[in-house]
């Protein structure tokens, strides 16, 4: 799984403070890959290194809800919201973003909603700093989850608290007996699981105030953050699929980016499958165009042969008249020595691919030919097919010539 960097914005408000940052490398699964660091957004931009980016920002800005709402989806569902939270708005909705996430089994959709101004406001902040970042969290929809208990975090004054079955969400109350007497008013008189984690130096300066809880609840866990919250929020951002703030007008607007490197071996070889059978199809389209333009002359040179003085038609219409003139010769004359030469012989050059015939000379009931054979071998499979035929046939030259062997054969009609 892809390795996150999640970064914090400082809760302080104003965009100068907000500038400085926490930041922590996860991977997939949320196990920490160094140390909690902190600093400018543009010393955070240094260190993404292909990483996915996670924005935190404070939970003080954003309003986490929700509502139940129709089953619809898409922007039919985005133009229902506004009115389904108009009582827990404090402005207009017009200069308010509304993100959802998935129902994930639960009744109500989950909705954020931040102002276009503070959205804006950050935007423009990881502009200056040169940081892209794939999402956009609200720090208070990434508080972990105790299974039959609350969750409360207690940071720099502020107390974050999350129910199994709530959203989370964060008090700015003082003094801090009084945030977490909000934080733990179930409104009835049963007590409660409580979690609470702490920095050292917050639980060592409200020792007795967090250990005076455990008379008002059913449990109490206090568990020590040496490196403050970040860890355990960047662990649960890994793990869970909170709201993401990236939406609508502030959709990240990129070319789809698709690591090459696991895949780019078998590509290569993919590649250079097609490039070679496209070559291979085009050498033999190549190829059969040369034979057929071979064929086209033999069968030019015939017809001059057999009809000189005619005009050449196509190669097609010449190859028909030829034999459609060799079958009439069939039918109405005698068969000559000739013509048993020239039926025996085309019996023969069938059996003999890529042989041409390039003279032909009758005298006196022996037909002389000249030949241009691939090899021996199909002279000598001429002469047999032409003895089979009832033709004396003897194979008086075979000498090579242009990577073929041109023969001369001598055929006598023994009937005649």
Not at 101 to 110: F, H, L, M, V
Not at 280 to 297: I, T
Request: glycine share 6%; proline share 6%; with cysteine.
């Amino acid at each position: 799984m892809a390795e996150l960097l999640v970064i914090r914005l400082n809760p302080t408000a104003g965009s100068a403070a907000a500038a400085h940052c926490q930041w922590l490398a996860v991977d997939g699964h949320g196990a920490r890959l160094g140390a909690v660091q902190s600093g400018t957004l543009a010393e955070a931009a240094m260190h993404t290194g292909g990483k996915r980016v996670i924005l935190l920002v404070p939970g003080t800005d954003v309003l986490l809800a929700e509502p139940v709402l129709p089953l619809k989806s898409g922007a039919k569902l985005a133009q229902i919201v506004p009115f389904a939270l108009e009582e827990q708005l404090a402005a207009d909705v017009e200069d308010l973003h509304f993100a959802l996430g998935k129902r994930n089994g639960r009744p109500g959709t989950p909705v954020t909603v931040v102002a276009h101004a503070r959205m804006q406001e950050w935007q423009d902040m990881l502009t200056a700093a040169g940081l892209r970042v794939d999402a956009i969290h609200a720090e208070t929809s990434a508080l972990p989850v105790t299974p039959n208990s609350v969750t409360l975090i207690i940071d720099e004054g502020r107390v974050y608290v999350r129910r199994e079955t709530g959203q989370g969400a964060v008090l700015e109350v003082e003094p801090l007996i009084e945030a977490l007497q909000l934080a733990l008013a179930a409104g009835d008189e049963a007590r409660e699981h409580v979690t609470i984690y702490v920095s050292e130096a917050d639980y060592e300066r409200e020792r007795d105030l967090l250990e005076g809880l455990r008379e008002f609840t059913a449990s109490l866990q206090l568990k020590l953050l040496p490196d403050g919250p970040l860890p355990i929020l960047a662990a649960n951002v890994a793990s869970s699929s909170p709201v993401n703030l990236l939406q609508g007008p502030y959709a990240v607007k990129r070319k789809l980016n698709i690591s090459f490197a696991p895949w780019r071996y078998a590509a290569v070889l993919a590649g250079l499958f097609v490039v070679l059978h496209f070559g291979l199809k085009g050498w033999q389209y190549w190829h059969y165009k040369q034979v057929e333009s071979a064929l086209d002359a033999q069968i030019t040179h015939f017809f001059q042969q057999a009809m000189p003085g005619a005009p050449v038609p196509e190669p097609l219409q010449a190859r028909r008249q030829i034999e459609m003139r060799l079958n009439q010769l069939r039918e109405t004359a005698p068969a000559s020595g000739m013509m048993v030469t020239l039926a025996a012989l085309s019996d023969a050059l069938a059996q003999t691919p890529d042989t041409t015939v390039e003279a032909i000379a009758y005298r006196n009931n022996t037909t002389d030919v000249r030949l241009l054979a691939p090899s021996v071998d199909a002279l000598d499979r001429i002469r047999q097919v032409a003895t089979e035929k009832g033709l004396d046939a003897k194979i008086q030259s075979a000498s090579p010539r242009e990577s073929k062997f041109e023969g001369r054969l001598q055929f006598t009609s023994t009937g005649a």
